[in-house]
């Protein structure tokens, strides 16, 4: 099992639409998580981190469930620049990042 | 954007040769990673330095070795190139502490033919 799974999408929305992803860890200890986003053959960049009692930043909303291990993003009003790979990063300790696989969302007009 | 340079960007190279990829940062953070990203795959940490001489493996490290003799560079080497090592290398910049996120540079294109 991988330690950090998301579902590889594609999320095809229409612009305007509300969109969630979910990320699931299997690593209890895990100490902090985060969201990247990354645009096709560039670098991941920090969307957000994502604290326990959840965080919003304009459109987007984290959400954190330690018992069920996952965490969510919510995105509100899709853009078409919202398109890209969302990237769920897990920190399980001693600096040890670990990645999903990414999920792949395509706002159309 | 954080000052992180990676050189080169792009490098086609045979099999058996070696080849070393260099990180640059005037950040002065910490802590450094070296990852590679393939299809399917999240990315993966390749080794990750905490300080100049202070380096540990990640969970792919085979194949690779790396070295960081000042704060500001990181370099990570190919003794001898093989055709699994084609991927896109990424490095990362943290303050370290699990609450810290990392900055990438924009990546290297490697071709191992």
């Known amino acids: 099992r991988k330690e950090v799974e998301q579902d590889p999408g594609p999320f095809n929305v229409p612009e305007g639409a509300t969109v969630a992803f979910n990320c699931t860890y299997s690593?209890?200890?895990?100490?902090?998580f985060f969201w990247y986003r990354q645009d096709c053959r560039k670098e991941p960049k920090l969307l957000m981190s994502?604290?326990?009692s959840g965080n919003e930043d304009g459109r987007f909303t984290a959400q954190l469930n330690r018992a069920s291990q996952y965490i969510s993003l919510l995105i509100r009003d899709s853009k078409l620049s919202d398109s890209a790979t969302y990237l769920c990063?897990?920190?399980?300790?001693?600096?040890?990042?670990?990645f999903g696989a990414g999920t792949r969302l395509t706002v159309k007009p | 954007d954080a000052g992180i340079t990676q050189s080169p960007r792009h490098k086609v190279t045979e099999t058996g040769t070696p080849v070393t990829l260099r990180c640059h940062q005037t950040e002065n953070h910490r802590y450094m990673y070296w990852y590679r990203q393939d299809p399917g795959h999240g990315l993966r940490l390749i080794h990750y330095s905490y300080g100049v001489k202070d380096t540990d493996k990640g969970e792919v490290s085979d194949g690779y070795s790396v070295s960081r003799s000042k704060t500001e560079d990181f370099l990570l080497t190919l003794e001898s190139a093989t055709s699994s090592q084609t991927s896109v290398y990424f490095c990362?910049?943290?303050?370290?502490?699990?609450?810290?996120?990392?900055?990438f540079g924009n990546g290297t294109r490697l071709t191992v033919t």
């Open positions: 990362a910049i943290s303050e370290g502490g699990s609450s810290s996120p990392l900055h």
């Open positions: 994502v604290y326990s």
């Open positions: 690593n209890s200890a895990s100490q902090s």
């Open positions: 990063v897990v920190n399980i300790g001693s600096n040890d990042m670990r």
